[in-house]
C-alpha cells in the first residue's frame, strides 16, 4: 500500500504550512497493486455505493443476456449474476472481453467495460465434459433400474405360482412334475436375465436382494418336487348299483257277452 501527500518537495511556504498539514491528512489515498502490476487506488465501501450501473451484453453460444450490474464490480460478481440466467456454475464460467479471458478478481471498469459493452461467455471444457460423464453415468444407473423392474415383475409372477404349487401338494394333491420343472428352467433364466444387468451403487443392493428371492423360489421348488414325489396319487373307483330284473306280470281279460 502506498499514500500520496499534497506537499511536494517542500516548495509550500511557511505561511501554509498549518493548511498544507491539515489538508494532506484529508487528501491522503490508499493504493494498491493489480495483478498486472498496475497501481490503482484502493476500492471502499463508499465508493462502490456511488459508482453507477451498466448494462452488459453477454453472449452465450446462441443466446444473448443482459446483465445490469455495478461498474466498479468484478467479473467474479458478474459470474454469480450470470448462474441464474444460464445455469451455470460460476466456476464452469469463462468471461472473454476484448480476447482475453478474464479472472474473478479483475474489475470491470479498470478492464474497459462500459454500459452495452459486450462479453462472451464459454463454458469451462473440463466441467462440460464432467457433466458428460456424469450424464451417462445416471443414464446407465436408470436403464438399470428399469431392467431390474422388468426381473422384478416376472419374477412376482412365477413366485405366486411356486405358492399356489407349495399349497397343492401340502393338502395332499400330486402335481405333475413337468410342471416343477417348466417353473424351475423360468425362474433360472430370470436369474441369467440379473446376472447380465450391470449395476453399481443402489442399484446394487436391488439386485442382490432379487437374486436371493429367484434362489430361494428355486430352492423351494427342489424340495416340493421330493415332496411332490411322495405323494400318492389319488385313485378314483366308480361303483356301479345293480337292480333285480322286473317280474314278468300277465294281463287278464274279461269277456263280456
Not at 460478481?77 to 480476447?99: I, N
Amino acid at each position: 500500500m502506498m499514500k500520496r501527500r499534497s506537499n511536494y518537495g517542500g516548495w509550500m511556504s511557511d505561511g501554509s504550512a498549518t493548511t498544507t498539514s491539515s489538508t494532506s491528512k484529508d487528501e491522503e489515498i490508499d493504493w494498491e497493486m493489480r495483478p498486472g502490476g498496475m497501481l490503482v487506488q484502493k476500492r471502499t465501501d463508499k465508493s462502490d455505493s456511488s459508482a453507477p450501473n451498466v448494462r452488459i451484453r453477454v453472449a452465450y453460444g446462441a443466446l444473448r443476456y443482459e446483465i445490469f450490474v455495478n461498474s466498479q464490480a468484478t467479473f467474479g460478481e458478474l459470474k454469480k449474476l450470470l448462474t441464474a440466467e444460464t445455469g451455470l456454475q460460476a466456476g464452469e464460467q469463462r468471461l472473454v472481453f476484448r480476447g482475453k479471458e478474464r479472472e474473478d478478481g479483475d474489475y470491470l471498469d479498470m478492464c474497459g467495460v462500459k454500459d452495452r459493452s459486450k462479453v462472451i461467455l464459454m463454458e469451462d471444457p473440463c466441467s462440460r465434459e464432467k457433466r458428460a460423464i456424469e450424464m451417462r453415468r445416471n443414464a446407465k444407473i436408470q436403464t438399470a433400474h428399469r431392467a431390474i423392474s422388468d426381473v422384478s415383475m416376472e419374477v412376482d409372477k412365477l413366485a405366486e405360482q411356486v405358492s399356489v404349487i407349495e399349497k397343492s401338494i401340502s393338502n395332499g394333491t400330486k402335481v405333475p412334475e413337468i410342471q416343477i420343472t417348466t417353473l424351475i428352467e423360468m425362474l433360472m433364466r430370470q436369474a441369467i436375465k440379473l446376472d447380465g444387468i450391470s449395476t453399481e451403487g443402489d442399484a446394487s443392493a436391488q439386485k442382490n436382494l432379487l437374486g436371493k428371492r429367484v434362489q430361494k423360489c428355486v430352492e423351494t421348488l427342489d424340495v416340493l418336487k421330493i415332496s411332490n414325489a411322495r405323494v400318492k396319487p389319488v385313485i378314483v373307483t366308480t361303483k356301479w348299483e345293480t337292480f333285480d330284473p322286473p317280474i314278468p306280470t300277465t294281463a287278464h281279460w274279461e269277456f263280456f257277452d
